[in-house]
């Protein structure tokens, strides 16, 4: 009983400061916010929110958590409702659909890559990026066999592909050089798919 009220504290102590957390995001940004701030609004010690969390990338990472699951699940649903389009469409499809989600997520993003982390590679181990990585390589291994390139990397050209969609890049993209995201995704689409179906 005493276990399970002390899992209770636990989960409620985290929600308390996953909310606070998102509240000074949202008001100040993730890179204007500090540690102690999060921790004096949820009413918790410095030193306990660092036991909990050794940066602001872990607690985005928690934050985000929801969010990752449901546009893994909008993803696989629509290539499950799409089987019968073209390899082209639905790889240009996802590609749209995880640059909707950068730009949605990109102060978020950023923080779990910042340079200023201690695990600054974080981010390749997120069940969003291992599911990303999978669905896309799934599609290139089709196309790719389609078309008979055997030396062709589907592994390699996943990792670039969402290496495009970094959200410090894509903010840069949108916001000093002018691109739309139609034309980020067109670009993306010329350089890594159209050269896979150039005999189509």
Request: with cysteine; glycine share 6%.
């Amino acid at each position: 009983m005493h276990a399970r009220k002390e899992r209770r504290d636990y989960q409620e102590n985290q929600r308390i400061i996953l909310q606070c957390a998102q509240e000074l995001f949202d008001v100040h940004g993730v890179d204007n916010v500090s540690m102690r701030q999060i921790a004096q609004l949820a009413g918790i010690g410095q030193g306990t929110l660092y036991r909990r969390y050794a940066h602001k990338g872990e607690l985005c990472l928690d934050i985000m958590k929801g969010s990752m699951g449901r546009i893994v699940e909008e993803m696989q649903s629509y290539l499950y409702d799409s089987k019968e389009l073209t390899i082209h469409h639905r790889l240009e499809k996802i590609i749209e659909m995880m640059l909707g989600y950068v730009e949605r997520q990109s102060l978020n993003l950023s923080a779990i890559r910042a340079p200023g982390c201690e695990q600054n590679s974080i981010i390749f181990s997120t069940p969003l990026y291992k599911s990303i990585h999978a669905i896309l390589c799934e599609l290139l291994e089709e196309a790719i066999e389609g078309q008979g390139r055997s030396l062709l990397d589907p592994i390699y050209i996943a990792d670039a592909i969402i290496s495009m969609l970094a959200p410090h890049l894509i903010e840069f993209q949108l916001n000093v050089r002018g691109y739309s995201k139609d034309e980020i995704r067109e670009n993306i689409s010329r350089v890594f798919l159209d050269p896979l179906f150039d005999n189509i």
